[in-house]
């Protein structure tokens, strides 16, 4: 099975410049966006087998990431 890349820059790749902006001088949005990387990585490493996790809590970590998602994206879309 191949695993789908949900990094931010594939996530939202049309906002790619305000990513980068945003990033660098908004610290919420910093957070958030390292916040979401590191649960990005994690569950990667998950989904790649190359640590075990019972599935109720892969899911718990996904719809935390959602969540992040969801946040950045609302943060992205009114700037």
Do not use: C, P
Request: net charge negative; glycine share 2%; proline share 0%.
């Amino acid at each position: 099975m191949e695993l789908l890349n949900h990094d931010l820059q594939h996530e939202f790749a049309e906002y790619a410049e305000k990513l980068k902006e945003l990033r660098a001088s908004d610290a919420h949005f910093a957070t958030l966006a390292d916040k979401y990387d590191e649960h990005n990585h994690t569950i990667t490493q998950y989904e790649q087998g190359k640590e075990a996790i019972a599935d109720e809590a892969l899911e718990v970590m996904k719809k935390e990431r959602l969540e992040l998602k969801d946040e950045i994206y609302q943060l992205l879309q009114s700037a």
